[in-house]
């Protein structure tokens, strides 16, 4: 096979092309942005099987090179995260276990998601799509009954729970749009932690009612989601100006760890609690075929212990739960 250095060199090549395109213009550039949404494990066959003729040809470098390269593809672009050798050590400061799941339309059963909070210690629950398709408001309060003694905040879909009072909540809506994030504060252990819970939009690759309306392109629809994403990004970045302590993000991004809001709220100083205490792939959606991770619990002035999404279907999404412990 003559070809396979150049197919090999190709492959790696575009992967590396496509993963550093994907970080720089995922939420600037339409076209990007509608090809980061496949799933890239779909090419993840190319290298092994590179990798298979090579050593079937006894062409053991090249064999080895396609592994590599099927390696750092799985965890550069499909969002591996590999185990940490230097987890598990002791650590000081207050736990703080947090819990988000997209509920689907209010579609999560109350007393089965109650009874997961229980089983796993939550202390923080945040739930995005608590509407359900008739905009009926009253799913978080069915959750709230299924929690006695739990505090609650709501803004249109968005409900924050907590097992302590929440001193305060309001609503952060965005420069040019109805999108807000819901922000609660609360004490934990003598300390003031801030709770932002968000569900950004989806790309729109299928028009709504108002798209066929007005006619918007695939471009137009597209751009205009990301427009409110790029302003999400600097409503984080005002929030963490405005409060010094510990603060949590949690929520359905509808983006994936390898794309350019992933880097954003990196360079804002927050931390991906999956990357940081996770092990695996930690997809999230589908929950019954899982292809992708969008959910997050990114935090700062917290150490990320453990991170991972639960197995139990309680959605069309999986929770992800997020073991922290505030710094000392």
């Known amino acids: 096979m003559r070809r396979l250095p150049a197919l090999s060199l190709l492959f790696a090549a575009l992967a590396l092309a496509g993963g550093l395109l994907a970080r720089a213009h995922s939420e600037t550039c339409w076209w ?20 298979w003729r090579a050593s079937g040809r006894r062409r053991w470098g090249w064999a080895a090179f396609n592994v590599a390269v099927a ?21 000081r400061g207050a736990p703080l276990r947090v819990l988000t799941l997209n ?4 579609g999560a059963d109350p007393t089965r998601l109650a009874a997961l909070v229980r089983q796993e210690r939550v202390d923080v629950l945040t739930l995005q799509e608590t509407l359900d398709r008739g905009r009926d408001a009253g799913y978080g309060a069915r959750v709230q009954a299924a929690l006695p003694g739990w505090s609650l905040a709501r803004h249109d879909e968005l409900v924050t729970l907590a097992r302590w009072p929440l001193r305060e909540s309001r609503a952060v809506t965005f420069p040019s749009s109805p999108h807000a994030v819901l922000v609660t504060s609360l004490e934990v252990a ?8 968000t569900h950004l939009p989806t790309l729109a690759l299928l028009p709504s009612p108002s798209d066929t309306r007005l006619r918007r392109t695939l471009p137009q629809r597209v ?11 600097g409503v984080v970045a005002g929030l963490l100006r405005g409060a010094p302590g510990p603060l949590i ?25 999956f990357q940081a205490g996770g092990t695996g792939l930690g997809f999230t959606h589908h929950a019954r075929f899982g292809h992708s991770r ?8 917290v150490q990320a212990e453990r991170a991972l999404a639960l197995p139990d279907v309680l959605s069309d999404h999986r929770a992800v739960l997020a073991e922290l412990r505030l710094a000392p």
Do not use: C, M
Request: charged share 20%.
């Open 190 to 197: 003598g300390r003031d932690v801030t709770v932002v819970n």
């Open 32 to 51: 990007v942005a509608v090809l980061d949404l496949v799933p890239p494990q779909a090419l993840l066959p190319v290298p092994l099987l590179l990798a």
């Open 249 to 273: 993000l949690a929520g359905d991004l509808n983006a994936p760890p390898r794309g350019e809001l992933h880097a954003r709220l990196h360079a804002l100083g927050l931390t991906d609690a």
């Open 294 to 301: 969008i959910d997050y619990v990114w935090a700062r002035g």
């Open 71 to 91: 390696l750092a593809f799985t965890v550069g672009q499909v969002g591996a995260v590999l185990p940490d050798r230097l987890a598990g050590a002791a650590q």
């Open 103 to 106: 509920a689907n339309f209010a």
């Open 223 to 233: 751009a205009r989601r990301l427009t409110v994403r790029r302003e999400f990004v």
